[in-house]
């Protein structure tokens, strides 16, 4: 069964600085990959996904990932934070056959400082 | 751009008592999903929903959980009797075209369902 790993819970950065959100998946065959974003009391926006191709992604707000097949992980970088990123981020994984149901994992909570 | 609709957008209820939660996914898409989020975990898959039928669903969707497409428009989900452990909030996300082509799901902003 495919599974997403989020090892960070919580993450704090100042404003500014470089972020990086680490994802590793477990799937069977080549996934789809995503990054979504929740802000408190919102829903879901799609940051970037990776289907196939280019193993670097870009995504909206200036977000970018890269898809590391050989350590299973899909990574999110941003080169330098706003205040307004505080949010939580969801890394997910579709079974690419199937119905497509979507694995999330259990998000990393980002805090900006000034 | 065309967007996945939910109402309502907050919902309290009496435990026992059943709810229905209505979602419009987007007009040409063929594939609808609900999720729901318990406060502070993870997003959790309930059950697809393909040519109306159910195509594949979770071991937390029970004998209490029910989807239909009533008309050519709306998808609801509706849980027969709640439970305190239902309060949650449920996305409902729909998705275009064949099952082997590569597209994302598009979500909904959620219903947030509270029971007392």
Known sequence: ?114 | EPEVTQTPSHQVTQMGQEVILRCVPISNHLYFYWYRQILGQKVEFLVSFYNNEISEKSEIFDDQFSVERPDGSNFTLKIRSTKLEDSAMYFCASRLLSRRQNNEQFFGPGTRLTVL
Request: net charge neutral.
């Open chain 1, 1 to 114: 069964a495919q599974s997403v790993t989020q090892p960070d819970i919580h993450i704090t950065v100042s404003e500014g600085a470089s972020l990086e959100l680490r994802c590793n998946y477990s799937y069977g065959a080549t996934p789809y990959l995503f990054w979504y974003v929740q802000s408190p009391g919102q829903g879901l926006q799609l940051l970037l996904k990776y289907f196939s191709g280019d193993t670097l992604v870009q995504g909206i707000k200036g977000f970018e990932a890269e898809f590391k097949r050989s350590q299973s992980s899909f990574n999110l970088r941003k080169p330098s934070v706003h205040w307004s990123d505080a949010a939580e981020y969801f890394c997910a994984v579709v079974n690419s056959g199937g119905y497509q149901k979507v694995t999330f994992g259990i998000g990393t909570k980002l805090q900006v400082i000034p």
